[in-house]
């Protein structure tokens, strides 16, 4: 079966150094790979998406991932965190036609 | 162009009762789909619909169900509310069209549901 796997469900870092949050997953095929955040109280905000192509693809807000075939992983990565990116991430998969599969996310804390 | 709206953001109910969510898609976006997040299962598929049809649907007891009209709006009910219905129902949409590459899902703020 399809699944996501986020290893981290909590980290903190301090503001200006860099960030990774980890994604792997089991899928049949590539697939689809998406990473959205989402605020407290709010609905998810797409950061970026890979489809195919150049693996390491640019998002919003200064996050980029990388994704790795032989790993079966899609980590993002940011390299300075502001306070501003306290919120929680989540990593998701589908394939044409299949619904999305988001993994369980990984809350982030920025601490000054 | 305006983003996805749920309506109402939140609301509460008592078990047993039964509720009804609406989705207003983007316009032009054709595809919705709706999840459920909890802190315990976090973001679970509910079911996706395409030009009034349901298209895939998750692992979820017949007490849900949902339905698109002719202009891509969407509303999903619960019948016979249980305490563990309590979560924040968020739509999504999309302009997926079959055989033309990935689904990319612009979310809505959710609604969220409280039952007592």
């Known amino acids: 079966a399809q699944s996501v796997t986020q290893p981290d469900i909590h980290i903190t870092v301090s503001e200006g150094a860099s960030l990774e949050l980890r994604c792997n997953y089991s899928?049949?095929?590539?697939?689809?790979l998406f990473w959205y955040v989402q605020s407290p109280g709010q609905g998810l905000q797409l950061l970026l998406k890979?489809?195919?192509?150049?693996?390491l693809v640019q998002g919003i807000k200064g996050f980029e991932a990388e994704f790795k075939r032989s790993q079966s992983s899609f980590n993002l990565r940011k390299p300075s965190v502001h306070w501003s990116d306290a919120a929680e991430y989540f990593c998701?998969?589908?394939?044409?036609?299949?619904?999305?599969?988001f993994g369980k996310g990984t809350t982030l804390s920025v601490s000054s | 162009k305006a983003g996805v709206t749920q309506t109402p953001r939140y609301l509460i109910k008592t078990r047993g009762q039964q509720v009804t969510l609406s989705c207003s898609p983007i316009?032009?976006?054709?595809?919705v789909s709706w999840y459920q997040q909890t802190p315990g299962q976090g973001l679970q598929f509910l079911f996706e619909?395409?030009?009034?049809?349901?298209?895939n649907k998750g692992n979820f007891p017949g007490r849900f169900s949902g339905r698109q009209f002719s202009n891509s709006r969407s509303e999903m009910n619960v019948s016979t509310l249980e305490l563990g219905d309590s979560a924040l129902y968020l739509c999504?949409?999309?302009?997926?069209?079959?055989?033309?590459?990935?689904?990319?899902?612009?979310f809505g703020a959710g609604s969220r549901l409280t039952v007592l």
């Open positions: 999504a949409s999309s302009s997926w069209q079959v055989g033309v590459g990935a689904n990319v899902l612009t």
């Open positions: 899928y049949g095929a590539t697939p689809y």
């Open positions: 890979y489809f195919s192509g150049d693996t």
């Open positions: 998701a998969v589908n394939q044409a036609g299949t619904a999305l599969i």
């Open positions: 316009s032009g976006h054709r595809s």
């Open positions: 619909y395409f030009s009034e049809t349901q298209r």
